[in-house]
């Protein structure tokens, strides 16, 4: 049965998560019934904003199939338009109660952003974009006196999560009444194993920032 509140949509994904970490994955909604059976419309329980890294494969990490997750992927998880317009259609268009930030230890993008800082210099081309996005979440882990990649990672999903809400009315508005949770959680690569970092649960009043 497909969750249909944050709180049943988040039990999945850890679920999942748990099987995927002990190595007995069901692999559900793989098979070529499911995968006709959603040929004509998708149902998702939620929205994954994402690390582009290779290794962060929602589905996999997860353990979901065809039609489960309505994913979202960006270098550095981070938020622009199209992300946000993305989210937008999930949550209204879909009626997906959870969206979830998912970041990672050893972030390129972080590391990248940290490099940027201390030498006082941008990356090249669109990337420069990506590390502007990152700084403001290392000046915030450095007024808390955080200075590990990994501390700062956890520190940029909980700024992610806080961007979504700041720059959609619309998500923030649907939090507000209890129709939808946000949740930043952090991946670990070597053990496979997701934590929360960071949570907004349906119904708590948001202040939108334009």
Do not use: K, W
């Amino acid at each position: 049965m497909t969750p249909t509140t944050p709180e049943q949509a988040l039990a999945e994904l850890y679920a999942g998560n748990r099987r995927f970490v002990t190595g007995v994955p069901r692999h559900p909604n793989q098979d070529a019934g499911h995968r006709a059976a959603v040929a004509d419309g998708q149902h998702p329980f939620a929205v994954i904003v994402g690390c582009s890294d290779s290794r962060l494969a929602a589905e996999i990490i997860f353990d979901r199939g065809l039609g489960d997750v309505f994913v979202v992927r960006t270098a550095g998880h981070t938020v622009g338009p199209e992300v946000l317009g993305s989210v937008e259609y999930a949550v209204t268009v879909l009626g997906v109660p959870l969206v979830v930030v998912l970041g990672h230890d050893s972030c390129g993008a972080v590391q990248a952003a940290r490099e940027a800082v201390a030498t006082g210099t941008s990356p090249a081309g669109h990337l420069g974009a990506v590390v502007e996005a990152v700084v403001p979440s290392l000046r915030r882990a450095a007024r808390q006196g955080i200075e590990d990649v990994d501390g700062i990672v956890d520190i940029h999903i909980a700024q992610t999560v806080e961007a979504l809400l700041a720059r959609s009315a619309v998500l923030a508005d649907l939090v507000a009444v209890g129709r939808c949770g946000v949740v930043g959680m952090s991946y670990r690569l070597s053990a496979g194993e997701v934590r929360t970092v960071a949570e907004v649960p349906a119904g708590t009043p948001t202040t939108t920032v334009v």
